[in-house]
């Protein structure tokens, strides 16, 4: 069944496809090195942030080549979503190598202002990530115009509302962050496993996680509405919508106060 799943996303967008499996791959390596590497770094395992990373790069790609899917067949490989494709290989392989590289080193890869050579790789991390969450809107652009014959409504829907929210909430927050020049705000502490999130004082990454991911889970509960739902899916769509939109909004404003993330934890 997983080999079946697997061969149809192949077909649905091939370069995108490996490149998310291969990135995947490697989550689990960086996740083993955590086992093997003792070092800590502003206390969490080295190889953690490079996990986090692959495996938020790996899935984007591999949405992204699913999403691809949805347009006509005919436009798959066509001169635009090719040019994306190979845009999101690029800039996606330069953020996880950069962040893998300068985790080996035991060094911050962002907000790393230490020495040009930091300064330089921080800067083309940025403008790295921009075009990256941009290839959000070439895909949304062919799946609205050109879809698939039998592409639901209210799934096509709840496909380019995902893809423009990335755009705005998770590209914008993203840039926030690197213009404030940090992603905590007030007190620094403990923070949550695996995601690393402050558990003491603000942690701007809420927010632009919930944005960053509203184009897989739009899609998600597409489906759901789609089984439960017999009328009425396209305005459901929309509602989930809202509610992403105010979940990374209350994030935000939460952060930017100061206050934790999960505070009964924190």
């Known amino acids: 069944m997983i080999g079946a799943s697997l061969a149809a996303l192949d077909r649905r967008q091939p370069l995108l496809t490996r490149f998310g499996l291969l990135l995947l791959g490697l989550s689990l390596v960086t996740a083993m090195l955590q086992w093997v590497d003792p070092r800590l770094f502003m206390g969490q395992p080295t190889w953690a942030k490079p996990t986090r990373f692959l495996l938020s790069v790996g899935f984007f790609a591999s949405t992204a080549a699913w999403f691809i899917g949805d347009v006509c067949e005919d436009l798959r490989q066509g001169r635009l979503l090719r040019a994306t494709a190979w845009a999101l290989v690029a800039t996606g392989a330069y953020e996880v190598f950069y962040i893998a590289y300068r985790a080996a080193l035991g060094q911050a890869s962002h907000f790393n202002f230490d020495t040009p050579w930091t300064a330089l790789g921080y800067a083309l991390m940025g403008i790295g990530a921009v075009v990256l969450v941009a290839t959000s809107l070439p ?30 909430l998770g590209g914008v927050l993203g840039g926030y962050m690197s213009a404030t020049g940090a992603h905590d705000v007030g007190a620094r502490g403990g923070t949550l496993a695996m995601t690393g999130w402050n558990r003491t004082g603000g ?3 809420v927010a632009h996680f919930l944005g960053l991911h509203a184009s897989q889970i739009l899609p998600v509960a597409a489906i759901v509405i789609g089984v439960v739902l017999p009328r009425g899916r396209q305005m459901a769509v929309a509602v989930v919508a809202a509610l992403v939109v105010a979940a990374t909004l209350f994030a935000f404003t939460q952060a930017v106060s100061g206050r934790p993330f999960l505070p009964s934890i924190g």
């Open 139 to 168: 895909i949304a652009w062919r799946v609205w115009h050109q879809p698939r014959p039998g592409l639901s409504p209210h799934y096509r829907l709840a496909v380019v509302m995902g893809l423009v929210l990335t755009v705005l």
């Open 203 to 205: 942690d701007l990454r």
